[in-house]
């Protein structure tokens, strides 16, 4: 195992990273990089990323395996990378490139594995929550929306592995006092987490819109967007939030953070309470089966419910969480029903009437009429009939 490097001042902590790499920071092969900056662009083909991950046998022989997985049920066996590329899909592509690498490093890092793969889950939830937005807005490129969403959270993930004293403390604070966080990144790290992330993404020469992405500081919008990057930077930011929200919902001040996204998200981006609903829970689900193929087990997607204070009474937040719980697990959970209010009482049903033809009854009883006299029926030499004076009609034997 590696040994961790300490430090006098926490402003060393960047310049450390950077100055002696690769002994503190994780390698992301050549291979993958490509990878990501392939499944970003929208003229990449399956044939392109298969040809990048063909040069890389680990990667290689990963993806071959998950696309041969019961996940993907595939008929004839998958023994190509192009082909794998094509069934798996890009988004699981960049997910599973960077989730497996990182947690493939954790033990040389000393790092927790438990607490990456949590970490990992929160990304790949963002991820998808981004690009369920963009498919409900009709976003161009979605899978767009997913790489940066699920990467925006790349400094959580680099400090989990070089820092994991530094990760836990910032992640306790997080649930205990959310808005002490920013002194606590410049106490911990000497700058804030996100230009720390940013500083890590141009050293491994990721995509600019991310690093564009993590360089600002994020701040809703108060009309409409109008430009692809104004979107974009919101439903991301957006993504990351309700990610963290949902999988904490009883963490303190989630109920606000959620209120605050509902009143100042939804209403610029169009998207109304019932629509986030179903997009968190297509988002749940979808990365429900990513996380199998990339090993995280399934409870890192469960919202952790914090025993000593188990209600969440901001409601909106409660019926996303139920909603959630419900898709994940449908037996455990199952849906919320309304009860009627005590007060209110069944209205009294009349009788159906009754006369001396048992069949004329009958029928009365199976259309469900209660006033036969408010029927009429045409009939000759007449205009209509009414349906009681049909009861009295003779009819021949």
């Avoid at 970490?119 to 929306?145: D, I, K, S, Y």
Wanted: aromatic share 6%; hydrophobic share 40%.
């Amino acid at each position: 195992m590696k040994s961790q490097i300490t430090h006098d001042s926490p402003t060393s902590f960047l310049n450390s990273l950077l100055e002696d790499a690769p002994e503190t920071l994780p390698i992301l092969r050549q291979s993958c990089i490509q990878v990501l900056n392939l499944t970003e662009d929208s003229r990449s083909s399956a044939g392109d990323v298969g040809d990048v991950i063909m040069r890389d046998q680990a990667l290689m022989a990963n993806v071959i395996k998950i696309a041969n997985s019961a996940a993907f049920h595939t008929r004839v066996p998958v023994k190509t990378p192009t082909h794998a590329v094509a069934i798996i899909g890009f988004d699981v592509i960049r997910a599973m490139t960077v989730g497996s690498q990182l947690i493939e490093q954790a033990d040389a890092y000393g790092a927790n594995t438990k607490c990456l793969k949590h970490l990992l889950a929160r990304a790949l939830v963002a991820g998808t929550h981004a690009q369920e937005m963009g498919n409900a807005m009709n976003f161009g490129e979605p899978g767009f929306l997913f790489t940066n969403a699920m990467l925006y959270s790349l400094g959580d993930l680099i400090l989990a592995l070089c820092r994991p004293e530094f990760s836990e403390q910032l992640e306790t604070i997080r649930q205990q006092d959310p808005d002490s966080i920013p002194k606590a990144e410049l106490a911990l790290l000497g700058r804030p987490l996100r230009t720390i992330a940013a500083a890590m993404a141009r050293h491994w020469h990721l995509p600019d819109t991310l690093i564009t992405l993590l360089d600002k500081k994020p701040v809703w919008p108060a009309t409409k967007p109008t430009s692809e990057q104004q979107i974009m930077e919101g439903i991301v930011q957006a993504a990351n939030a309700l990610s963290y929200t949902l999988l904490n919902p009883t963490a303190k001040g989630q109920g606000d953070i959620l209120n605050n996204l509902i009143e100042k998200f939804l209403p610029p981006y169009g998207f109304s309470f019932d629509q986030l609903k179903q997009i968190s829970t297509k988002a749940f689900l979808k990365t429900s089966e990513m996380a199998k193929v990339i090993n995280i087990e399934s409870h890192h997607l469960t919202p952790v419910i914090d025993q000593d204070q188990p209600t969440i009474h901001f409601q909106p937040l409660n019926q996303l969480t139920q909603a959630i719980q419900h898709a994940l697990n449908p037996e455990e959970h199952p849906p919320e029903t309304l009860e009627e209010p005590d007060s209110v009482t069944p209205p009294a049903t009349r009788p159906a009437p009754t006369s001396d033809h048992l069949l004329f009854d009958f029928t009365l009883q199976a259309m469900k009429i209660r006033e036969a006299s408010t029927l009429t029926l045409p009939w000759p030499g007449k205009h209509c009939m009414p349906l009681t004076d049909l009861s009295e009609y003779s009819w021949p034997s």
